[in-house]
């Protein structure tokens, strides 16, 4: 006789969320609302679940694992890091909780992790030695330089700026993608200092034909052959001579962790954080589109038209990511709180939108059905995320989804649900959402 496996509810909605709506709850999908439909019993099922009636039921999404749900536990230790998740130890990823986000400047041991290589050992790295070479076939006057003459001959800059994966989010795609299965937790917004990419690159020179650059580390590939190269991305020229484009060496004003790239990196914010080259030692300026490793076939580019989720899409067919979309958290409360009914639930976030600004933030607790203008601050520099604050107020016990929605400077709102499929499951700006129970004062 065959065993009988048991399979988690996280597995069956990443294999099929409206099969997983039917198998665990019973609730069907209106293929034109995208409302889930819950019977009797099926509403019955899902609230002994939560533990409570859910108010706005009937505004629920079909496909959507509710949020109470939807929350990853467990955490591992890495050195001057706390309260990440590891998503993959070879190499090390890890993502930061959004209730970990809360802060305006994020703390460097709360920052995320993402490694394509293996970084050099701290015993590899010796500051009086460690130099960056400018060169490539459009820079006039090729140039190395150590950290020293960077710090001296340069004037220094700090800029609070964001790095987003490109494939944050990327656990919510239906066909599943390949790759590091992030949630919400693979941003931070840190402020950086050293010198302006543009200074350094003016110093030695463009050629009229200089289009983009593309940098190069001290990471190890994890073959461990030191002739393989784990990732080398780059930026078009205008994106490099942006003010807020650094060569950094201080988080925060402390050295740069080892694993965010000590001692050495750039910083090139609203764009997917790959542009962002860590432990760096070489830029190269380009007379074309720079060809490293991670730069072609389907690494960091999503189809340049749209297709239907599982399409197979031809190398040549995909387009470099360039500014990340809007997008925006929820850091307070954390998911999963109890509140006690006829008190303003004060709810606070984060919101940013790759190269551009947030307009406004507004936020929900009926699943979508209404909207609730958030105050949003601005940024305290271009490129920084922004900070939101509301209150929200519940009209009776039971389950709630509190939703928070940004909109940039050019009207683009985030969906609500998660937007245009792509093959490696990068860009998904869906909603955040966060679970309450309202109970009766005591």
């Not at 909780?97 to 041991?109: F, R």
């Not at 690494?299 to 500014?323: F, K, L, Q, W």
């Not at 406004?360 to 490129?383: C, H, Q």
Request: glycine letters at 8%.
């Amino acid at each position: 006789m065959a065993k009988k496996t048991k399979q988690g509810i996280h597995e069956l909605y990443t294999e099929d969320p409206e099969k997983a709506d039917w198998l665990v709850w019973g609730r069907k999908t209106d293929p034109i609302t995208r409302r889930g439909f819950l019977t009797k019993s099926s509403l019955l099922a899902m609230t002994a679940v939560l533990g409570a009636n859910i108010p706005f039921a009937n505004n629920m999404l079909g496909g959507l694992i509710p949020a109470a749900l939807a929350q990853s536990d467990g955490s591992f230790e890495i050195p001057g890091k706390d309260g990440l998740i590891v998503l993959n130890d070879k190499p090390i990823n890890a993502e930061t909780p959004p209730h970990l986000l809360d802060d305006d400047i994020t703390p460097a041991n709360r920052f995320f992790i993402r490694n394509n290589g293996i970084p050099p050992a701290p015993e590899e790295i010796d500051l009086s030695t460690w130099t960056l070479e400018i060169s490539g076939e459009s820079c006039q006057n090729p140039a190395t330089f150590s950290l020293e003459q960077l710090k001296q001959q340069f004037k220094h800059y700090t800029y609070q700026l964001q790095l987003e994966c490109g494939g944050n989010g990327r656990s919510e795609f239906n066909p599943p993608a390949k790759g590091n299965q992030w949630s919400i937790g693979a941003i931070g917004c840190a402020q950086w200092t050293g010198v302006r990419l543009k200074d350094v690159l003016a110093f030695c020179g463009l050629k009229t034909d200089a289009v983009y650059i593309g940098y190069y580390g001290a990471d190890t590939h994890l073959s461990g052959d030191p002739n393989q190269i784990p990732i080398s991305r780059g930026v078009p020229m205008a994106k490099a001579l942006e003010d807020e484009t650094l060569i950094a060496w201080a988080m925060n004003g402390e050295n740069i962790p080892l694993h965010n790239g000590y001692p050495l990196r750039l910083v090139i914010a609203g764009w997917p954080a790959s542009t962002s080259g860590k432990w760096l030692t070489r830029i190269v300026i380009r007379n074309q589109v720079h060809d490293g490793p991670k730069m072609a076939g389907q690494s960091y580019r999503v189809p340049c038209n749209t297709v239907a989720p599982g399409t197979r899409v031809p190398d040549e067919d995909m387009c470099i990511i360039e500014s990340m979309p809007v997008k925006s958290i929820v850091t307070f409360p954390q998911s999963g709180i109890t509140h006690e009914l006829g008190k303003p639930l004060a709810v606070r976030g984060h919101a940013w939108a790759g190269d551009l600004q947030v307009n406004e933030l507004y936020i929900s607790n009926d699943f979508g059905m209404t909207w609730k203008k958030a105050d949003l601050k601005p940024p305290v520099n271009r490129l920084a995320w922004q900070r939101w604050n509301a209150t929200v107020e519940f009209p009776k016990t039971g389950y709630y989804e509190v939703w928070a929605r940004a909109v940039d400077s050019q009207g683009r709102s985030q969906p609500m649900v998660l937007p245009g499929w792509n093959p490696k499951g990068y860009l998904n700006n869906a909603c955040h959402r966060i679970a309450i129970q309202v109970v009766s004062a005591a």
